[in-house]
T-cell receptor, first 112, second 114 residues
Framework: DQQVKQNSPSLSVQEGRISILNCDYT??????FLWYKKYPAEGPTFLIS?????DKNEDGRFTVFLNKSAKHLSLHIVPSQPGDSAVYFC???????????FGKGTRLSVIA | DGGITQSPKYLFRKEGQNVTLSCEQN?????MYWYRQDPGQGLRLIYY???????QKGDIAEGYSVSREKKESFPLTVTSAQKNPTAFYLC?????????????FGSGTQLSVL
């Protein structure tokens, strides 16, 4: 069973508009959530993270929101740029020493 | 320049053949990981190692083997028992128990079956 779910396989947004990528999780013991960005034939790169004790973290054009009661987080990109076109993975860290759990990813296309 | 190096970039496997994917890091990270990416499947964990000479199976370890004889190196062998090896393989490393535990990824190896 999937503990981290990204239910939208793809998303298209016009340049300059807001991109909102969503992620749901089932394990209430996750203590950190991370977003990674991946271009084709490359390794993912870390984008932004949020602790489970926070509800918002902002870094430039990227903001992550966490709603613990709904077990939901979202990544907002404002304004979206063509270079943001990539696959975005949501990941969560279980408590203890176990590795990150990844969602299946959402492919974002920013159209000029 | 610190980072993770995966080689080769492309690899072809014949039926019944074992192949080994290389992963080297000079980040002085204790933990290393192998993931497999298939279209629409996200990143699935094959094996991970949090310390030299120790490693654990991930979610899809069958048909794979690893070793961790040195801190810097974590090679992955895709054995003939892995019936569907075609995928993009990613190696990663991290400093465990340092929140947030960011993974640093290599650039990947695309493995295909001839």
């Amino acid at each position: 069973d999937q503990q981290v779910k990204q239910n939208s396989p793809s998303l298209s947004v016009q340049e300059g508009r807001i991109s909102i990528l969503n992620c749901d999780y089932t394990n209430s013991m996750f203590d950190y959530f991370l977003w990674y960005k991946k271009y084709p034939a490359e390794g993912p790169t870390f984008l932004i993270s949020i602790s489970s004790i926070k509800d918002k973290n902002e870094d430039g054009r990227f903001t992550v929101f966490l709603n613990k009661s709904a077990k939901h987080l979202s990544l907002h990109i404002v304004p979206s740029q063509p270079g943001d076109s990539a696959v975005y993975f949501c990941a969560a860290r279980p408590s203890g020493n176990t590795p990150l759990v990844f969602g299946k990813g959402t492919r974002l296309s920013v159209i000029a | 320049d610190g980072g993770i190096t995966q080689s080769p970039k492309y690899l072809f496997r014949k039926e019944g053949q074992n192949v080994t994917l290389s992963c080297e890091q000079n980040l002085n990270h204790d933990a290393m990981y192998w993931y497999r990416q298939d279209p629409g499947q996200g990143l699935r964990l094959i094996y991970y190692s949090q310390i030299v000479n120790d490693f654990q199976k991930g979610d899809i370890a069958e048909g794979y083997s690893v070793s961790r004889e040195k801190k810097e190196s974590f090679p992955l062998t895709v054995t003939s028992a892995q019936k569907n090896p075609t995928a993009f393989y990613l190696c990663a490393s991290s400093v465990p128990r340092t929140p947030p535990e960011k993974l640093f990824f290599g650039s990947g190896t695309q493995l295909s079956v001839l």
